[in-house]
């Protein structure tokens, strides 16, 4: 099993950064690829952010892409999410999520085995 802690949202003003971390423990990290997901009050939970087990392929949400960017340090088994020109709509309760299938683009949440508690992002317009 994999137990992963996200940590680093917050209130921020849109047009601001933030940068959330995924911490894992209790199975190889590096086994997984690693996404990360969002709900928003209201919504369903949506993909945003894709790393495979080694970090050489990055998947994106349209809604995201040259705004956020997904990267990975296995060494110290984390994961991260640095997210740049922030705007009201991506407030939401960001998740990390591991997937025991490594490689390749996999969107749907139900694909992902094990998940974190969420960190909620606000963006103030």
């Known amino acids: 099993q994999v137990q992963l802690v996200e940590s680093g949202g917050g209130l921020v003003q849109a047009g601001g950064s933030l940068r959330l971390t995924c911490a894992g423990s209790g199975a190889t990290f590096s086994n997984y690829a690693m996404g990360w997901f969002r709900q928003a009050p209201g919504k369903e939970r949506e993909f945003v952010a894709r790393?495979?087990?080694?970090?050489?392929?990055?998947y994106y949400a349209d809604s995201v892409k040259g705004r956020f960017t997904i990267s990975r340090d296995n060494a110290k088994n984390t994961v991260y999410l640095q997210m740049n020109s922030l705007k009201s709509e991506d407030t939401a309760v960001y998740y990390c999520a591991a997937d025991s299938k490594r490689a390749g683009d996999s969107r749907s949440d139900t694909k992902y085995d094990y998940w974190g508690q969420g960190t909620q992002v606000t963006v103030s317009s």
């Open positions: 790393i495979s087990w080694r970090g050489g392929s990055t």
